[in-house]
């Protein structure tokens, strides 16, 4: 394998990353307070990137016994994540005809467990975001100092190690950095449930 491969390979290994690992999530502002006005639910359709898995096989195994007889087992599922996109709807809290927080609308709501939830997935999934954004960086590196070593001879081994272990963890911590964005940004309940809660606040406050 000439060094030229090697060098496209680092290449590719980093534009792979920072396209994966453009998703950088961030949580949202937090702490408004109720304000005593009533709370109103709306709905958007927007455009939602996710990862779906799927089985698409089985696993088996044949085993022969010591009478020569031969069984065939289940073993396991086989499944496949792809990376799909479409419209779905959301809800959002208005509050003074003010956007605010899913986690401060529950914690308005008196719905604090909820609230609880919602901060908690969001801190699990923005650490692990950035997780997946120091291996992606990680690969990266290692991808192009393994394209680097590789052009000489004497270097091609320890070249393609780090090659190899860069272009593998360049995509997947990309994948892993997205994929938990995509959790930060993700709704714990529907909107037929918010409207709910909002109604039930708004009786309580004004009645």
């Not at 999530?25 to 006005?37: E, R």
């Not at 359709?45 to 089985?58: A, I, L, Q």
């Not at 069984?71 to 599922?77: L, N, P």
Request: aromatic content about 8%; glycine content about 10%.
């Amino acid at each position: 394998m000439s060094a030229s491969v090697f060098s496209r390979s680092a290449a590719w290994a980093a534009l792979i990353s920072v396209l994966l690992s453009s998703g950088c999530a961030t949580l949202p502002k937090t702490g408004v307070p109720a304000s005593g006005a009533p709370l109103a639910i709306n709905t958007e359709e927007v455009w939602e990137w996710n990862f779906e898995t799927r089985k698409v096989g089985e696993e088996y195994r044949a085993s022969q016994d010591s009478s020569g007889d031969w069984t065939v087992r289940k073993t396991g599922d086989i499944h496949k994540t792809s990376l799909t996109g479409g419209d779905v709807t959301r809800w959002f809290a208005l509050q003074d005809n003010l956007r605010i927080d899913d986690e401060d609308f529950f914690r308005i709501t008196g719905q604090t467990g909820i609230a609880d939830d919602v901060r908690d997935t969001r801190e699990r999934a923005l650490w692990w975001n950035r997780v997946g954004l120091g291996a992606a960086g990680l690969g990266v590196v290692l991808g192009v100092v393994g394209g680097l070593l590789a052009r000489n001879l004497d270097s091609m081994g320890a070249g393609l190690t780090c090659l190899i272990s860069g272009i593998i963890l360049a995509p997947s911590g990309g994948y892993l950095a997205l994929r938990s964005k995509f959790q930060v940004d993700h709704q714990l309940t529907s909107v037929d449930l918010a409207q709910a809660y909002a109604a039930q606040y708004n009786q309580t406050v004004h009645r």
